[in-house]
């Protein structure tokens, strides 16, 4: 239990840091709710005096200037009430802004490893569900959780003075409704923390749907989907309703006990009344306190009601919040690579530490500008390989090093920038091929994105389109085939003048003989740049300087194509079977990487 305590304060510690600029407006709304709070507590005791001093004696002077008091009093109270509206949306909406801001930078910083642990789902509720529950819940944390108990305290002090046997009546009943509310609210709060990891599957069903229509139109998949997707919506719904089963509940119990309460002091009070101990202005003032009173439990409910759905929402930004990247930025790191010189030194490499090896006793050795194939089967782990040079993963064992110098040893932007890669997945951003293009150099001037597509051949399309390179490429790059977005792709990649340039299976949707283009256009221009190209055709491999060949994570072959033709049996296959004309060669289904 105190694990527990440490990790929830642990985990509001984390959050209340990202307040940062809006402190201010942070402490003015408890403060104005204070002050509608005591403004709201002296109304009713004017009340009794309008009733006891004035009506009962007929003094009408008393009734106008106790009722200018209430004026006053009214008037204060709105400037209080717009106060804490105004601060508390302003505090609460720039807080979510900043928890946004704090997760969005270090998911930034994350490495592959750990973007496999949250899922892009997962993520998507974390900044948005997840980020509103917390909004709600700090709003009327700052705002509710400070007016109820204020208003508590201070009507219960004032019953107090005015009849203490009436008093207790209001005191039994906060006790006996705490209890209930404490007790139903912990029952709610493990449905809400389920409810948001289904959320998650909710999120991907639609992310997945939405991202492959196509897909799911071609294979007639709608109603697969609309299936899939109203389970996961009904799991949502189920816990749900089991959450507010139990919450709802308390408001049956609050309603019940404040008709009784009510009866018991029309009960009391009227014997006090008739006895002499209590004048009918003040009966009425404790009246009005009774329903402030009962009314601030009411408000407390709904808190903890939103404090229970936020909890878990915001341990799941913290977890965001406060991981920890695997792949760290050396402090002072090498800032200039100084060749494209590549070395495997006896490479052991998993996915998770103490995880089944995905490449095993790798150790190969590469020269500045050498042109490399790299082939095997479907699972052989050839975009494992390659994925260590820019550490988008570290290894376990043994090390990997460019220009000489391990690459854990880089200023990550120097790495990464030095070593480009058009991954399989081809990807491009909404706005112009201009812009598109600029990723990889942010200042490159017309002309030279011009000849990075020349170099890529995408130039030929790019000038038949209406508006050139000012073209708009909508989302994920929908409106322009494959073969050109990945032509676009490798263009991007050279614009970066890399030391290590690497196309993992990036020319797959273009023909052969545009692709022998690409490369005869490559090893001209940047000769000194090391060139790995990945692929299931031989032809793309066959002019390469030299071929790995890659067999379950260990390395079957390595040399020249006609070296390899001679002696190794997997490019021997895979040579004669599309030369033979019966397409690319795939061994084992699962890909490694």
């Not at 408890?30 to 007929?58: H, N, R, W």
């Not at 009510?262 to 009966?283: C, D, K, Q, R, Y």
Request: aromatic letters at 8%.
């Amino acid at each position: 239990m105190e694990e527990k305590k440490k990790s929830m304060k642990s985990v509001f510690a984390t959050l209340l840091r990202e307040v940062k600029d809006f402190k201010t407006a942070s402490i003015l709304t408890p403060i104005c709710m204070v002050g509608e709070v005591v403004v709201e507590t002296l109304i009713p005791f004017l009340m009794a005096s309008i009733i006891d001093d004035g009506i009962q004696k007929g003094d009408m002077g008393r009734v106008y200037l106790v009722g200018l008091g209430m004026i006053g009093l009214a008037l204060a109270g709105l400037f209080f009430g717009i106060g804490g509206g105004h601060f508390g949306a302003k505090a609460s909406t720039g807080f979510a802004r900043n928890l946004r801001r704090a997760m969005f930078h270090n998911i930034q910083t994350f490495s592959f490893s750990n973007i496999d642990r949250f899922s892009t789902s997962g993520l998507v509720t974390r900044l948005t569900t997840d980020v509103t529950n917390v909004q709600n819940a700090y709003q009327m944390a700052l705002r509710m959780l400070v007016r109820a108990p204020s208003s508590m305290i201070f009507a219960m002090v004032m019953a107090f003075i005015i009849s203490p046997k009436i008093a207790c009546i209001y005191l039994v009943a906060v006790i006996f409704l705490a209890v209930v509310l404490l007790f139903i609210m912990q029952r709610a709060t493990k449905y809400f923390k389920r409810v948001f990891k289904q959320y998650d599957a909710l999120n991907e069903s639609v992310q997945e749907n939405v991202s492959a229509i196509r897909v799911v139109k071609a294979y007639v998949r709608e109603e697969y989907e609309n299936d899939r997707f109203a389970n996961a919506a009904c799991k949502v719904y189920n816990l749900f309703v089991r959450a507010e089963k139990n919450i709802i509940i308390s408001m049956p119990i609050m309603t019940a006990t404040v008709n009784v309460v009510m009866l018991s002091i029309a009960f009391v009070g009227a014997h006090l009344v008739v006895g002499g101990e209590l004048s009918t202005g003040n009966l009425s003032s404790l009246m009005a306190y009774c329903m402030s009173i009962l009314m601030s439990l009411m408000m407390l409910a709904a808190v903890f009601v939103m404090i229970s759905m936020s909890t878990a929402s915001a341990e799941r930004i913290a977890e965001v919040i406060e991981e920890e990247t695997d792949i760290k930025n050396p402090a002072n790191g090498v800032t200039e690579i100084p060749d494209g010189r590549v070395d495997f030194n006896n490479v052991n490499f998993a996915y998770t530490n103490g995880g089944e090896w995905v490449l095993r006793d790798i150790d190969l050795h590469i020269r500045s500008g050498e042109v490399i194939g790299i082939l095997g089967g479907t699972g052989s782990s050839k975009s494992s390989l390659v994925n260590l040079l820019s550490r988008l993963y570290d290894v376990q064992e043994g090390s990997v090093c460019i220009g000489g110098i391990d690459v854990r040893e880089y200023d990550l932007p120097t790495l990464r920038h030095g070593v480009a890669v058009v991954l399989q997945k081809n990807v491009l951003f909404s706005g112009t091929i201009l812009d598109n293009l600029r990723w990889g150099k942010k200042d490159a001037t017309l002309e030279e994105c011009q000849e990075a597509c020349r170099m890529a051949c995408a130039d030929e399309f790019i000038e038949r389109m209406p508006d050139g390179y000012e073209s708009r490429i909508e989302q994920g790059g929908t409106n322009v085939s494959g073969g050109q977005r990945q032509r676009l792709c490798i263009a991007r990649a050279l614009l970066m003048s890399p030391k290590v340039l690497i196309l993992d299976d990036s020319t797959s949707a273009v023909d052969t003989a545009t692709d022998a283009k690409i490369q005869a256009a490559m090893k001209k221009a940047i000769p000194g740049t090391t060139k790995f190209i990945i692929s299931q055709r031989i032809s793309t491999v066959e002019k390469a300087d030299r071929v790995i060949v890659l067999d379950e994570g260990r390395v079957s072959g390595f040399g020249t194509p006609a070296e390899l033709l001679r002696t190794n049996r997997i490019y021997q296959e895979i040579h004669e079977t599309q030369k033979a004309g019966s397409g690319d060669f795939d061994v084992k289904g699962g890909e490694g990487a």
